[in-house]
């Protein structure tokens, strides 16, 4: 049997990804060569300190932002090649986000958020199927101020979901949420992986997290110090920290 290349093993393939702002004549060196690479249907995570760099790594994995040099490559997609309306293209098919604070859109109900994302996904699963999966079929004609935050973040996991995307990335999903419903909302991901193949990407502060990925990336000033694989992975309600 041929060997098989490393692109083609890995799902998420980066390279020497650099980035840096520049504010007046003030250089700031966000990113210093990142190289990472997680496999299809993965869970990874991304830990570091405030100011490590996470979000913007994440935010160029996603397609939202763009690095200064440096190969991305996910799923055989060469992202940092990618014109603004392929970009556009890759983060609507391609690419589910969960973000700390929600962002669902308060005028409409927990059906229509996830609806809106729905209608312009080539290939999305069903609403009513997402909705199920995270335990929020009976809170579909709510509205998001009715919602408390661990249930509002299972329907930003729903909306992320239904698209069926290849990619989704977490930044700091339990961030403001309390012990019990984070646990809660790890276990929901887990078990999003698993029942759909969705590789997973998930950036935290939270070093309990990680037993529950395959590989671990700590970041620090913008640098990736260690990386660890995890042979064997914790189920999410076995965390504790």
């Known amino acids: 049997m041929l060997a098989v290349s490393r692109m083609e093993r890995m799902f998420i393939d980066i390279s020497n990804l650099k980035k840096s ?8 060196d966000v990113l210093k060569g990142i190289g990472l690479q997680l496999e299809r249907g993965k869970i990874g995570v991304i830990l570091g300190p405030s100011g490590s760099g996470k979000s913007t790594l994440m935010n160029i994995i ?42 669902l859109v308060p005028n409409l109900t927990v059906g229509e958020n996830i609806e809106v994302v729905s209608n312009i996904s080539k290939e999305p699963l069903d609403t ?35 698209k069926n995307p290849r990619l ?6 339990t961030g403001a949420l309390d012990y019990v419903t984070s646990r809660h909302i790890l276990q929901l991901l887990q078990q999003v992986n698993q029942q759909y193949g969705t590789t997973i990407l998930m950036v935290t502060h939270n070093t309990a997290i990680a037993a529950m990925s395959n590989r671990v990336f700590k970041l620090r000033g913008g640098e990736i110090v260690e ?6 992975t914790v189920a999410a309600e076995g965390i504790e920290w």
């Not at 702002?21 to 700031?28: E, K, R």
């Not at 990386?227 to 064997?232: F, K, L, M, Q």
């Open 62 to 103: 996603g397609g939202i932002d763009r690095g200064d040099s440096g190969r991305v490559i996910v799923d055989g997609i060469e992202v940092s090649d990618l014109s603004d309306d392929r970009l556009t293209g890759y983060r609507r098919e391609h690419v589910g986000f969960v973000f700390q604070f929600y962002n």
């Open 128 to 162: 009513d199927e997402v909705l199920a999966a995270v335990a929020m079929q009976d809170k579909k004609h709510r509205f998001p101020r009715e919602l408390s935050g661990g249930e509002q973040q299972r329907v930003s996991i729903a909306r992320a979901v239904v």
């Open 168 to 173: 989704l990335l977490c930044d700091e999903p």
């Open 21 to 28: 702002y520049t504010s007046g004549v003030v250089v700031t």
């Open 227 to 232: 990386e660890a694989v995890n042979e064997t």
